[in-house]
């Protein structure tokens, strides 16, 4: 955040808390008043925005432990249009956006794999599709597969309880779905609205949404029936400028001879090409690949519930209710990117001991043939790429409950539910697929990284023209295909006993049996082997190509000299070409398709069962301690798990070389491997609440919290990856036998709640967290998969250019010389080539442990009967794992990813029909990802603001606006100048009219 942007916020913070103080003494003054809204006996119903957050309140206040909570504002209404965005309001609760809507959610630092999401206390499936370049495998539910209307409130459970499901470190998120006898009678609302996305690159950006409600009761409020429904469609686009990175390398001379390494000769002419090099002491990484990828996309929404509810005495009540959520995504990407060889080089570079780049460059000679459409003439690629990712996820929950409410304060409860979630593609390619076009003939390529936005810059050798169509030539491609599922059955049943006066509160005892089933699936398809051209550039016709501007894409960021222009192209149209041309999908180099589509038959194919029962047993107490009426409550919950795990393994049969640094396994078919697994945990927990005074809480809570590991980790075959290079392959290993990350916490807050809707609030969290997964390195060789690195024909190659031959000169060398070997540019395994040697990669639990601890501040503050008020709260999360990024990636590091402050202020306005509120909400920068390399999301901070007004009773106008000041995000490395992406950030407005009754 910019200086001035802080100051500014220094400035709001410092004016609404001083106001806010201020109404706190009056607030204070007034409680031995009688209320404002009594009037002769009679109370006002408060509405809106103030009802929403008293209702919160009282979640809060009468909660056991640590809660906070997000309610509806009326029937059909949420504070916000997606439950994540919601989520972020309250302390310690971050997102992660994807397609500029909130997906996924972090509590006080830990991750979305580290949060277990409840709908109505049962534990819910999760369909997340990944990075769609390999098998899905994350817990992680996806808030964005929800529409909000159809929801009545979200509780953040963030200390343990033994009556509620395990698997969150972070927290418990429960989403509660509205009951028609809850609120007995007709009730209902109807909303439209459109929006309009200027994030939109082309097209008409603006889209319908459409929700319901319908909730009533008959047969004197004996029978109840709700539905609800949404659909939601949106189009919208993300711009994105990317740079892939090598790893860390010293700059002291190593001699270790990495690829992409920085010359450490001071004789070569190559040395003397570079400006500052990084010396002793000091790490730098060397940029890979750079791109401008420009995305549209279009995303379709369909929620739907049913609830009928039917009570035939005062103490028995049966439910049935049904869930259904459909989200469909389609992305299309164009994008004009580099490869760099690192070669003929020039960089210039900062000071350590994090040196980052000022410039990188690289130069290339001519094209050995004669350029022009009709011929493969070589040379150096200006890549003009797109891709297609198009899928469903889709959500089922049938449920049961009945409850009867027996003699003497006896309740049982026994609850059911089936769900299942799926995510697959829904085209005749697959889920994730990319083509690959080029001009050849890029004379030197430069990326400037001393602006926001890295700056992309090519020339090309005389006589060829980027911009000319003919001259653009079809190169590699590959269609994937992936596949999740997660099946759960959970029976519960319940019981709570409330004792009438004296020490003892009540009793709850239970248990849970919970049956979960795991389908992972993934193939693919790739020709790696045509990235020099599958064909001349006359075999696609110039028509189906489209030139696409892209300084005007990036609003704010871009600057002179970056790539202005490129050509993007109809994915369909090309997809069927390179199958009709080049049978891309029917003969492909590796892998293979279903009959008649570019459908990859699954090579990955993972199935995991966890079968859970968990006892609990929860008492409660309430006494007076010092006078002063206290609470105890210590449950106790035993969990034991067990795990089924098998996995297809793809069979490798034979390696390919099929560029200077790319080599490909050749797989022939598959077998099903299977391991197995439990564990069992015993996990307490222990509130604790006094109220010293009128309206004042505090609270001490210690518990244990478990999360299990990822799908991936606990899959149980190995498996080698396609793409290997020159030093060898890599490949994975599962774990079923892995035990869960385990957390002994402990929470203390004290709460003064001086109005209806207003509180003050300040919360201390510890963590200590065991059981991390960390992994460890295998070497392997796959019977009879060998690799002509180092082989007879290397050799020869190498005695006849000379040391300082190249890959590319061994190449051609080989192809030249060893014509029996090779298939067309493909350098065939031949005998005496030595085995490739693969390091595989499993998952263990580490020794390792952590702490994270840190601070909650609220205020939430109504100004008397103005109809205005203020929400803030400041969140700080520490933990004492780091990333040291002076390492270089050789040195293997633990560090704590998702930690970070954050903040959110809110100003609203609540009277007379008339709503509005403007919302703050900033994160700061976080470390994301770990590994060999660090990858930081850099702070980032949005306004969002809304307003509506009941013009006629039942009849509500509304407006939105969604990152009012289209802020933008930016990722990087170890150094700011190591940008990983950045992308410009875009306002989304929508208005429309809601009827309610």
């Given at each position: 955040?910019?200086?001035?942007?802080?100051?500014?916020?220094?400035?709001?913070?410092?004016?609404?808390?001083?106001?806010?103080?201020?109404?706190?003494?009056?607030?204070?003054?007034?409680?031995?008043?009688?209320?404002?809204?009594?009037?002769?006996?009679?109370?006002?119903?408060?509405?809106?925005?103030?009802?929403?957050?008293?209702?919160?309140?009282?979640?809060?206040?009468?909660?056991?432990?640590?809660?906070?909570?997000?309610?509806?504002?009326?029937?059909?209404?949420?504070?916000?249009?997606?439950?994540?965005?919601?989520?972020?309001?309250?302390?310690?609760?971050?997102?992660?956006?994807?397609?500029?809507?909130?997906?996924?959610?972090?509590?006080?630092?830990?991750?979305?794999?580290?949060?277990?999401?409840?709908?109505?206390?049962?534990?819910?499936?999760?369909?997340?599709?990944?990075?769609?370049?390999?098998?899905?495998?994350?817990?992680?539910?996806?808030?964005?597969?929800?529409?909000?209307?159809?929801?009545?409130?979200?509780?953040?459970?963030?200390?343990?309880?033994?009556?509620?499901?395990?698997?969150?470190?972070?927290?418990?998120?429960?989403?509660?779905?509205?009951?028609?006898?809850?609120?007995?009678?007709?009730?209902?609302?109807?909303?439209?609205?459109?929006?309009?996305?200027?994030?939109?690159?082309?097209?008409?950006?603006?889209?319908?949404?459409?929700?319901?409600?319908?909730?009533?009761?008959?047969?004197?409020?004996?029978?109840?029936?709700?539905?609800?429904?949404?659909?939601?469609?949106?189009?919208?686009?993300?711009?994105?400028?990317?740079?892939?990175?090598?790893?860390?390398?010293?700059?002291?001379?190593?001699?270790?001879?990495?690829?992409?390494?920085?010359?450490?000769?001071?004789?070569?002419?190559?040395?003397?090409?570079?400006?500052?090099?990084?010396?002793?002491?000091?790490?730098?990484?060397?940029?890979?690949?750079?791109?401008?990828?420009?995305?549209?996309?279009?995303?379709?929404?369909?929620?739907?519930?049913?609830?009928?509810?039917?009570?035939?005495?005062?103490?028995?009540?049966?439910?049935?209710?049904?869930?259904?959520?459909?989200?469909?995504?389609?992305?299309?990407?164009?994008?004009?990117?580099?490869?760099?060889?690192?070669?003929d080089t020039s960089s210039a570079w900062t000071d350590g001991?994090?040196?980052?780049?000022?410039?990188?460059?690289?130069?290339?000679?001519?094209?050995?043939?004669?350029?022009?459409?009709?011929?493969?003439?070589?040379?150096?690629?200006?890549?003009?790429?797109?891709?297609?990712?198009?899928?469903?996820?889709?959500?089922?929950?049938?449920?049961?409950?009945?409850?009867?409410?027996?003699?003497?304060?006896?309740?049982?409860?026994?609850?059911?539910?089936?769900?299942?979630?799926?995510?697959?593609?829904?085209?005749?390619?697959?889920?994730?697929?990319?083509?690959?076009?080029?001009?050849?003939?890029?004379?030197?390529?430069?990326?400037?990284?001393?602006?926001?936005?890295?700056?992309?810059?090519?020339?090309?050798?005389?006589?060829?023209?980027?911009?000319?169509?003919?001259?653009?030539?079809?190169?590699?491609?590959?269609?994937?295909?992936?596949?999740?599922?997660?099946?759960?059955?959970?029976?519960?049943?319940?019981?709570?006993?409330?004792?009438?006066?004296?020490?003892?509160?009540?009793?709850?005892?239970?248990?849970?049996?919970?049956?979960?089933?795991?389908?992972?699936?993934?193939?693919?398809?790739?020709?790696?082997?045509?990235?020099?051209?599958?064909?001349?550039?006359?075999?696609?016709?110039?028509?189906?190509?489209?030139?696409?501007?892209?300084?005007?894409?990036?609003?704010?960021?871009?600057?002179?000299?970056?790539?202005?222009?490129?050509?993007?192209?109809?994915?369909?149209?090309?997809?069927?070409?390179?199958?009709?041309?080049?049978?891309?999908?029917?003969?492909?180099?590796?892998?293979?398709?279903?009959?008649?589509?570019?459908?990859?038959?699954?090579?990955?194919?993972?199935?995991?069962?966890?079968?859970t029962l968990a006892p609990y047993l929860q008492v409660a107490t309430v006494f007076d301690?010092?006078?002063?009426?206290?609470?105890?409550?210590?449950?106790?919950?035993?969990?034991?798990?067990?795990?089924?795990?098998?996995?297809?393994?793809?069979?490798?049969?034979?390696?390919?070389?099929?560029?200077?640094?790319?080599?490909?396994?050749?797989?022939?078919?598959?077998?099903?491997?299977?391991?197995?697994?439990?564990?069992?945990?015993?996990?307490?927990?222990?509130?604790?609440?006094?109220?010293?005074?009128?309206?004042?809480?505090?609270?001490?809570?210690?518990?244990?919290?478990?999360?299990?590991?990822?799908?991936?980790?606990?899959?149980?075959?190995?498996?080698?990856?396609?793409?290997?290079?020159?030093?060898?392959?890599?490949?994975?290993?599962?774990?079923?036998?892995?035990?869960?990350?385990?957390?002994?916490?402990?929470?203390?807050?004290?709460?003064?709640?001086?109005?209806?809707?207003?509180?003050?609030?300040?919360?201390?969290?510890?963590?200590?967290?065991?059981?991390?997964?960390?992994?460890?390195?295998?070497?392997?060789?796959?019977?009879?998969?060998?690799?002509?690195?180092?082989?007879?024909?290397?050799?020869?190659?190498?005695?006849?250019?000379?040391?300082?031959?190249?890959?590319?000169?061994?190449?051609?060398?080989?192809?030249?010389?060893?014509?029996?070997?090779?298939?067309?540019?493909?350098?065939?395994?031949?005998?005496?080539?030595?085995?490739?040697?693969?390091?595989?990669?499993?998952?263990?639990?580490?020794?390792?442990?952590?702490?994270?601890?840190?601070?909650?501040?609220?205020?939430?503050?109504?100004?008397?009967?103005?109809?205005?008020?203020?929400?803030?709260?400041?969140?700080?999360?520490?933990?004492?794992?780091?990333?040291?990024?002076?390492?270089?990636?050789?040195?293997?590091?633990?560090?704590?990813?998702?930690?970070?402050?954050?903040?959110?202020?809110?100003?609203?306005?609540?009277?007379?029909?008339?709503?509005?509120?403007?919302?703050?909400?900033?994160?700061?920068?976080?470390?994301?990802?770990?590994?060999?390399?660090?990858?930081?999301?850099?702070?980032?901070?949005?306004?969002?603001?809304?307003?509506?007004?009941?013009?006629?009773?039942?009849?509500?106008?509304?407006?939105?606006?969604?990152?009012?000041?289209?802020?933008?995000?930016?990722?990087?490395?170890?150094?700011?100048?190591?940008?990983?992406?950045?992308?410009?950030?875009?306002?989304?407005?929508?208005?429309?009219?809601?009827?309610?009754?």
């Open positions: 955040m910019r200086a001035s942007q802080k100051q500014w916020l220094s400035k709001f913070l410092v004016g609404t808390s001083a106001l806010s103080l201020m109404g706190i003494a009056q607030a204070a003054a007034a409680q031995e008043s009688p209320a404002e809204g009594e009037v002769n006996g009679d109370e006002i119903v408060v509405t809106g925005i103030r009802a929403s957050l008293a209702a919160s309140a009282d979640i809060k206040r009468e909660a056991q432990g640590v809660v906070d909570a997000i309610s509806a504002e009326d029937i059909g209404k949420f504070p916000d249009t997606n439950l994540a965005e919601s989520l972020q309001r309250i302390t310690g609760v971050s997102i992660d956006r994807q397609n500029g809507e909130g997906q996924l959610v972090t509590v006080r630092g830990f991750g979305p794999e580290f949060n277990l999401v409840t709908v109505n206390g049962r534990q819910v499936p999760t369909a997340l599709i990944g990075d769609g370049g390999s098998a899905p495998s994350s817990r992680s539910f996806d808030f964005a597969n929800l529409a909000s209307e159809g929801i009545a409130a979200v509780e953040v459970y963030k200390s343990g309880r033994a009556t509620m499901e395990s698997g969150g470190i972070g927290s418990t998120i429960n989403i509660r779905t509205p009951r028609p006898l809850d609120n007995p009678g007709l009730r209902g609302s109807l909303s439209v609205k459109g929006v309009y996305d200027t994030s939109r690159n082309e097209g008409n950006p603006i889209t319908p949404e459409v929700s319901g409600v319908l909730s009533t009761t008959f047969a004197d409020d004996r029978i109840g029936i709700m539905v609800a429904g949404s659909y939601q469609k949106r189009k919208s686009s993300t711009n994105t400028a990317s740079v892939g990175w090598r790893d860390a390398y010293p700059g002291a001379v190593t001699a270790e001879n990495n690829w992409g390494e920085l010359e450490e000769n001071p004789n070569s002419a190559r040395y003397g090409n570079i400006t500052n090099r990084p010396g002793d002491g000091d790490v730098y990484q060397v940029p890979q690949n750079a791109s401008y990828a420009l995305e549209d996309i279009n995303r379709e929404r369909i929620n739907g519930q049913a609830v009928l509810q039917f009570r035939p005495s005062d103490n028995l009540t049966a439910t049935v209710d049904y869930i259904y959520s459909r989200n469909t995504v389609e992305t299309r990407n164009s994008n004009v990117g580099v490869w760099f060889n690192h070669e001991p994090v040196a980052g780049p000022l410039f990188y460059t690289e130069r290339f000679g001519a094209p050995p043939g004669v350029p022009g459409p009709n011929a493969l003439y070589g040379g150096k690629d200006l890549s003009y790429s797109g891709s297609l990712q198009e899928n469903r996820a889709e959500n089922k929950s049938l449920g049961f409950n009945l409850e009867w409410k027996g003699p003497d304060g006896v309740t049982i409860e026994l609850d059911a539910h089936h769900s299942t979630a799926t995510v697959k593609p829904v085209n005749r390619f697959g889920s994730s697929m990319s083509l690959g076009n080029a001009v050849f003939g890029v004379a030197n390529q430069t990326i400037n990284f001393e602006n926001d936005l890295p700056v992309i810059s090519y020339e090309m050798h005389p006589g060829i023209d980027p911009l000319d169509p003919a001259l653009i030539a079809s190169t590699g491609n590959a269609f994937r295909n992936a596949y999740f599922r997660n099946r759960i059955d959970q029976v519960q049943l319940r019981g709570q006993y409330d004792h009438d006066g004296g020490f003892l509160d009540s009793i709850d005892f239970g248990v849970s049996y919970v049956d979960s089933k795991v389908r992972s699936a993934f193939g693919t398809i790739q020709n790696d082997d045509t990235w020099g051209g599958a064909g001349p550039a006359s075999d696609i016709p110039d028509d189906i190509f489209e030139l696409v501007t892209l300084p005007d894409k990036f609003p704010g960021l871009a600057r002179p000299g970056m790539i202005q222009s490129f050509y993007g192209f109809d994915f369909e149209r090309m997809a069927d070409l390179v199958e009709q041309n080049y049978q891309a999908c029917s003969n492909p180099a590796t892998g293979s398709a279903i009959a008649g589509t570019c459908l990859a038959n699954f090579n990955t194919d993972r199935r995991i069962g966890e079968k301690l010092f006078q002063n009426p206290a609470h105890l409550v210590a449950g106790i919950r035993y969990e034991t798990t067990d795990i089924a795990s098998s996995a297809l393994v793809p069979v490798p049969v034979d390696s390919i070389w099929v560029g200077d640094n790319e080599l490909n396994v050749v797989f022939e078919g598959g077998e099903f491997t299977r391991f197995k697994g439990s564990y069992d945990n015993w996990l307490p927990a222990i509130d604790f609440d006094i109220s010293p005074m009128d309206n004042v809480k505090l609270r001490a809570s210690y518990s244990h919290t478990i999360t299990r590991p990822d799908y991936a980790s606990m899959q149980g075959g190995r498996s080698i990856d396609t793409l290997f290079r020159v030093g060898g392959g890599t490949g994975s290993l599962g774990n079923p036998g892995l035990i869960p990350f385990k957390s002994k916490n402990i929470d203390l807050s004290a709460e003064w709640y001086y109005g209806r809707d207003s509180y003050v609030s300040v919360g201390y969290f510890h963590k200590d967290v065991k059981n991390f997964i960390s992994s460890t390195r295998i070497d392997y060789s796959a019977p009879g998969i060998t690799t002509p690195i180092g082989g007879p024909r290397y050799q020869a190659a190498q005695a006849a250019l000379g040391p300082d031959a190249t890959l590319a000169d061994i190449r051609q060398y080989i192809i030249a010389n060893f014509p029996d070997t090779v298939t067309g540019t493909v350098i065939n395994a031949a005998p005496g080539d030595p085995l490739v040697n693969f390091e595989i990669t499993t998952p263990i639990n580490s020794d390792q442990t952590a702490s994270i601890n840190g601070w909650e501040f609220a205020l939430q503050h109504s100004f008397w009967d103005t109809g205005f008020g203020v929400i803030l709260n400041y969140t700080i999360v520490n933990g004492d794992a780091t990333y040291d990024n002076t390492q270089p990636s050789s040195v293997a590091q633990f560090a704590l990813t998702g930690l970070s402050d954050s903040a959110n202020a809110v100003a609203y306005y609540d009277k007379n029909g008339l709503q509005a509120r403007v919302a703050w909400n900033w994160r700061d920068e976080f470390l994301s990802r770990t590994g060999p390399n660090p990858f930081y999301v850099e702070e980032y901070w949005q306004i969002d603001a809304s307003a509506s007004y009941e013009f006629i009773p039942g009849f509500t106008a509304f407006v939105e606006a969604i990152n009012l000041t289209g802020e933008g995000r930016r990722g990087h490395l170890r150094h700011k100048n190591n940008v990983d992406f950045v992308q410009p950030g875009f306002a989304r407005y929508a208005a429309g009219v809601r009827f309610s009754f």
